[in-house]
């Protein structure tokens, strides 16, 4: 049965002004997110992950505009829609959570207080029915005294329970596409591991599709279907989970998933060198050891499918599979 497409980009591109000039921070970047599926895209912090998620959610700032390319979410093309229609989806068809949550929330309102006026824009419950929906979710989430978090301001809560809060938060109202950016990153052991468990939890009980932006394959590993590698805001290669895992063919995702063994292959040099490459180039000219003449001579190779479910731009891939 095809699968149920939700959220579809096409050929984003997103860029900054900046005193320097124009920063193209994503190119020609597209993805397809079905039905309950969590799409992680990974790359080095400033890969232009979180831009792609605020693209989306068409929360660039003064400073980033869309240039071109088509965000549809349903078929409905949101790009085009009134900031006033879209701010009734932001938060109920789609919600970010993001790294920094601590500083994301509102440090002078009750945790309860923000939780249920998230409810209440959105619909229709009582006052007591969105305080048992927030106690029952900081329950599910495993937060420790669930009712008396409720009362406290996020400045009086520890990194790891804001980030719980802001997960709370952006899915409470199950979201048709979840952007989880870092959910994980700068927690403990422990927090990290709650916060996977109620992740893996929440998607397998709602039919909420999530995009899974991380610099971790670990977390990769544990919670998506499949993976989207980018650098400086190019998409790489996708490919579902364990197959990138077990036959990275770009050589930055070998390098970037397969690390022991990249240390025989080898396949970007990992000293300091000056990155200034033609922006229409590939962005790993300069680093890349594969590199062949069409890499210094042409621009950024095209997406090639190579078995109807992998996907990679590069010319001179690497094409054994590692046991
Ligand atoms: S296109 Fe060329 S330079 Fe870029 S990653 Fe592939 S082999 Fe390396």
Redesign the pocket.
């Given at each position: 049965m095809a699968k149920e497409e939700i959220l579809l980009v096409k050929d984003l591109h997103t860029y900054f002004e900046s005193p320097r000039g124009t920063v193209r921070a994503i190119q020609n970047f597209s993805l397809s997110l079905s039905k309950k599926q969590v799409l992680g895209i990974i790359g080095e912090s400033g890969a232009g992950k979180t831009t792609i998620g605020l693209s989306i959610m068409r929360l660039l700032g003064m400073d980033g505009h869309i240039e071109t390319g088509t965000v549809h979410l349903e078929k409905q093309d949101i790009l085009s829609l009134p900031e006033t229609e879209m701010r009734s989806i932001r938060g109920k068809d789609i919600s970010m959570t993001f790294e920094n949550s601590s500083s994301i929330l509102n440090p002078s309102d009750s945790v309860g207080d923000q939780i249920r006026e998230t409810i209440r824009i959105h619909t229709n419950l009582t006052y007591k029915e969105s305080n048992e929906l927030t106690l029952q979710s900081l329950n599910e989430i495993g937060m420790q005294n669930a009712r008396k978090v409720m009362d406290m301001q996020p400045r009086e809560l520890s990194a790891g329970a804001c980030q719980k809060v802001m997960l709370v938060m952006s899915t409470i109202l199950q979201p048709k596409v979840l952007i989880a950016d870092e959910i994980t990153r700068s927690l403990d052991i422990i927090t990290q591991a709650q916060i996977s468990d109620h992740f893996r939890r929440r998607i397998s009980k709602t039919d909420i599709s999530t995009l899974l932006l991380t610099n971790d394959p670990g977390i990769l590993a544990q919670l998506a279907d499949t993976v989207i590698v980018i650098y400086k805001g190019r998409k790489l290669e996708q490919a579902p989970i364990q197959e990138i895992f077990k036959r990275p063919m770009?050589?930055?995702s070998f390098q970037l998933l397969r690390p022991m063994e990249n240390r025989k292959l080898k396949t970007m040099r990992s000293e300091s060198i000056d990155e200034s490459v033609d922006p229409d180039m590939?962005p790993?000219?300069a680093k890349?050891q594969?590199?062949?003449s069409k890499?210094r001579t042409s621009e950024m190779?095209q997406d090639t499918d190579i078995n109807g479910h992998h996907q990679v731009a590069?010319?001179?891939?690497i094409s054994v599979a590692i046991d």
């Open positions: 770009h050589p930055y590939c790993l000219v890349c594969r590199a062949i890499c190779p590069c010319y001179n891939p």
